[in-house]
Protein backbone atom coordinates (compact mmCIF):
# COMPACT_ATOMS: atom_id res chain seq x y z
CA UNK A 1 0.00 0.00 0.00
CA UNK A 2 1.41 2.94 -1.00
CA UNK A 3 2.52 5.72 1.95
CA UNK A 4 -0.08 8.44 2.47
CA UNK A 5 2.36 10.53 4.22
CA UNK A 6 2.55 14.14 2.66
CA UNK A 7 6.25 15.12 1.47
CA UNK A 8 7.53 18.09 2.37
CA UNK A 9 6.96 20.37 -0.90
CA UNK A 10 9.06 22.79 -2.34
CA UNK A 11 6.71 25.76 -0.92
CA UNK A 12 6.67 24.42 2.39
CA UNK A 13 10.71 23.96 2.29
CA UNK A 14 11.31 28.29 0.99
CA UNK A 15 8.30 29.16 3.70
CA UNK A 16 10.51 27.02 6.37
CA UNK A 17 13.92 28.83 5.26
CA UNK A 18 12.49 32.53 4.78
CA UNK A 19 10.71 32.30 8.45
CA UNK A 20 14.41 31.02 9.40
CA UNK A 21 16.12 33.78 8.43
CA UNK A 22 13.44 36.17 9.86
CA UNK A 23 14.05 34.60 13.68
CA UNK A 24 17.51 34.45 13.43
CA UNK A 25 17.29 38.17 12.05
CA UNK A 26 15.32 39.23 15.27
CA UNK A 27 17.80 37.23 17.22
CA UNK A 28 20.85 39.17 16.13
CA UNK A 29 19.31 42.43 16.49
CA UNK A 30 17.93 41.93 20.08
CA UNK A 31 21.32 40.48 20.89
CA UNK A 32 23.58 43.53 19.78
CA UNK A 33 21.08 45.48 22.20
CA UNK A 34 18.45 46.59 20.11
CA UNK A 35 14.70 46.67 21.75
CA UNK A 36 12.04 44.84 19.79
CA UNK A 37 9.83 48.15 20.62
CA UNK A 38 12.64 50.42 18.72
CA UNK A 39 12.53 47.49 15.76
CA UNK A 40 11.02 48.52 12.60
CA UNK A 41 9.72 45.92 9.89
CA UNK A 42 11.93 47.71 7.35
CA UNK A 43 14.90 46.80 9.83
CA UNK A 44 13.89 43.16 10.03
CA UNK A 45 13.74 42.36 6.66
CA UNK A 46 17.12 44.27 5.76
CA UNK A 47 18.61 42.24 8.67
CA UNK A 48 16.71 39.06 6.81
CA UNK A 49 17.26 39.58 3.48
CA UNK A 50 13.95 38.65 2.53
CA UNK A 51 11.48 40.59 0.52
CA UNK A 52 9.02 42.87 2.41
CA UNK A 53 6.25 40.88 0.48
CA UNK A 54 8.07 37.34 1.87
CA UNK A 55 7.95 38.84 5.60
CA UNK A 56 4.02 39.73 5.65
CA UNK A 57 3.48 36.22 3.70
CA UNK A 58 4.37 34.50 6.86
CA UNK A 59 3.91 36.85 9.74
CA UNK A 60 0.57 39.86 9.58
CA UNK A 61 2.82 41.99 11.86
CA UNK A 62 5.37 42.36 14.66
CA UNK A 63 3.06 41.41 17.65
CA UNK A 64 2.15 37.82 15.42
CA UNK A 65 6.31 37.24 14.26
CA UNK A 66 7.11 37.66 18.66
CA UNK A 67 4.34 35.62 19.22
CA UNK A 68 5.64 32.99 16.87
CA UNK A 69 8.89 33.50 18.32
CA UNK A 70 7.57 32.97 22.05
CA UNK A 71 5.89 29.74 20.99
CA UNK A 72 9.02 28.52 19.95
CA UNK A 73 11.04 29.13 22.71
CA UNK A 74 7.98 28.17 25.00
CA UNK A 75 8.09 24.45 23.18
CA UNK A 76 11.82 24.35 23.66
CA UNK A 77 11.94 24.94 27.46
CA UNK A 78 9.15 22.02 27.77
CA UNK A 79 11.16 19.38 25.59
CA UNK A 80 14.43 20.39 28.25
CA UNK A 81 12.29 19.55 31.20
CA UNK A 82 10.52 16.55 30.01
CA UNK A 83 13.38 14.84 28.74
CA UNK A 84 14.41 14.66 31.80
CA UNK A 85 11.02 12.92 33.74
CA UNK A 86 10.77 10.88 30.46
CA UNK A 87 14.48 9.63 29.93
CA UNK A 88 16.61 10.17 33.06
CA UNK A 89 15.10 10.79 36.60
CA UNK A 90 18.29 10.93 38.09
CA UNK A 91 19.39 14.17 40.86
CA UNK A 92 22.51 13.90 38.48
CA UNK A 93 20.19 13.96 35.22
CA UNK A 94 18.04 17.05 36.92
CA UNK A 95 21.26 19.01 37.96
CA UNK A 96 21.71 18.49 34.16
CA UNK A 97 18.86 20.09 33.22
CA UNK A 98 18.44 22.91 35.29
CA UNK A 99 22.40 23.81 33.71
CA UNK A 100 20.62 23.77 30.51
CA UNK A 101 17.68 25.36 31.31
CA UNK A 102 19.92 28.37 32.62
CA UNK A 103 22.07 28.45 29.92
CA UNK A 104 19.24 28.27 27.16
CA UNK A 105 16.80 31.58 29.07
CA UNK A 106 20.57 33.09 29.65
CA UNK A 107 21.15 33.07 25.91
CA UNK A 108 17.94 33.98 25.05
CA UNK A 109 17.42 36.75 27.62
CA UNK A 110 17.16 39.40 25.09
CA UNK A 111 14.05 37.70 23.50
CA UNK A 112 12.37 37.21 26.73
CA UNK A 113 13.08 40.70 27.67
CA UNK A 114 10.99 41.52 24.70
CA UNK A 115 8.46 39.41 25.78
CA UNK A 116 8.27 41.30 28.61
CA UNK A 117 8.42 44.54 27.19
CA UNK A 118 5.37 43.97 24.74
CA UNK A 119 3.51 42.02 26.83
CA UNK A 120 2.70 45.09 28.67
CA UNK A 121 0.44 46.08 25.70
CA UNK A 122 -0.32 42.88 23.71
CA UNK A 123 -2.93 40.55 25.49
CA UNK A 124 -1.49 37.53 23.60
CA UNK A 125 1.51 37.53 25.06
CA UNK A 126 0.81 37.78 28.75
CA UNK A 127 0.50 34.46 29.25
CA UNK A 128 3.32 33.17 27.85
CA UNK A 129 4.85 32.12 30.81
CA UNK A 130 1.74 31.11 32.22
CA UNK A 131 0.40 28.43 29.44
CA UNK A 132 4.04 27.30 29.29
CA UNK A 133 4.44 26.34 32.94
CA UNK A 134 0.81 25.01 32.55
CA UNK A 135 2.11 22.19 30.28
CA UNK A 136 5.35 21.19 31.98
CA UNK A 137 3.29 21.60 35.00
CA UNK A 138 0.77 19.02 33.94
CA UNK A 139 4.05 17.05 32.80
CA UNK A 140 5.29 16.89 36.61
CA UNK A 141 2.54 15.70 37.74
CA UNK A 142 2.07 12.75 36.08
CA UNK A 143 5.76 12.06 36.42
CA UNK A 144 4.78 12.64 40.44
CA UNK A 145 1.82 10.19 40.12
CA UNK A 146 4.30 7.50 38.08
CA UNK A 147 7.01 7.46 40.95
CA UNK A 148 4.47 7.06 43.43
CA UNK A 149 2.80 4.20 42.27
CA UNK A 150 5.99 2.68 41.38
CA UNK A 151 6.85 3.24 45.18
CA UNK A 152 9.82 6.28 44.56
CA UNK A 153 7.93 9.24 46.21
CA UNK A 154 5.90 9.90 49.28
CA UNK A 155 2.55 8.83 49.01
CA UNK A 156 1.37 11.43 51.08
CA UNK A 157 2.47 13.91 48.64
CA UNK A 158 -0.30 15.81 46.70
CA UNK A 159 1.07 15.70 43.62
CA UNK A 160 -0.97 19.36 41.82
CA UNK A 161 0.01 21.20 44.79
CA UNK A 162 3.59 20.06 44.91
CA UNK A 163 4.29 20.50 41.06
CA UNK A 164 2.76 24.18 41.05
CA UNK A 165 5.17 25.03 44.06
CA UNK A 166 8.64 23.37 42.51
CA UNK A 167 7.83 24.32 38.66
CA UNK A 168 6.05 28.05 39.22
CA UNK A 169 8.51 28.62 42.29
CA UNK A 170 11.74 27.39 40.14
CA UNK A 171 10.95 29.17 36.87
CA UNK A 172 10.88 32.49 39.04
CA UNK A 173 14.24 31.47 40.93
CA UNK A 174 15.68 31.15 37.26
CA UNK A 175 14.17 34.26 36.04
CA UNK A 176 15.66 36.06 39.17
CA UNK A 177 18.86 34.74 39.18
CA UNK A 178 19.57 35.34 35.50
CA UNK A 179 19.07 39.23 36.54
CA UNK A 180 21.43 39.35 39.23
CA UNK A 181 24.01 36.43 37.91
CA UNK A 182 26.90 37.73 35.89
CA UNK A 183 26.73 33.77 34.73
CA UNK A 184 29.95 32.65 37.30
CA UNK A 185 27.32 31.53 39.59
CA UNK A 186 25.00 29.32 37.15
CA UNK A 187 26.30 26.01 37.88
CA UNK A 188 25.88 26.33 41.85
CA UNK A 189 22.44 27.71 41.73
CA UNK A 190 21.38 24.46 38.85
CA UNK A 191 23.05 22.55 41.58
CA UNK A 192 21.11 24.23 44.67
CA UNK A 193 17.87 24.02 42.33
CA UNK A 194 17.70 20.81 41.40
CA UNK A 195 18.49 19.53 45.03
CA UNK A 196 15.84 21.64 46.24
CA UNK A 197 13.47 19.79 43.57
CA UNK A 198 15.08 16.61 44.69
CA UNK A 199 14.78 16.20 47.88
CA UNK A 200 12.05 18.38 48.72
CA UNK A 201 10.04 16.80 46.41
CA UNK A 202 10.73 13.91 44.36
CA UNK A 203 12.75 12.12 47.30
CA UNK A 204 11.48 13.33 50.44
CA UNK A 205 11.26 11.37 53.29
CA UNK A 206 8.09 9.77 53.92
CA UNK A 207 5.83 11.23 56.45
CA UNK A 208 3.91 9.65 58.98
CA UNK A 209 0.03 9.76 58.34
CA UNK A 210 -1.94 11.64 60.58
Not at 76 to 82: A, R
Not at 116 to 125: F, M
Not at 168 to 197: C, K, N, P, Y
Request: hydrophobic content about 40%; proline content about 5%.
Amino acid sequence: MPSVTRKPSSADSRRQVAEEQVYDAVGRLLAAGESYTGLSVQRIIDAAGVARSTFYAHFPDKSHLLRRLADRMRQDVYDLGDAWTRIDNSLPGLVQTFENAVAFYRAHQPLLAAIGQTAVYEPSLRDFFSSGLESFQTRVIEHLRERQAAGLTDPSLDPVKAARIIVVGGAQAIADHIERDDGSGDSAFARELAMTWWFGTYSRPVTPVQ
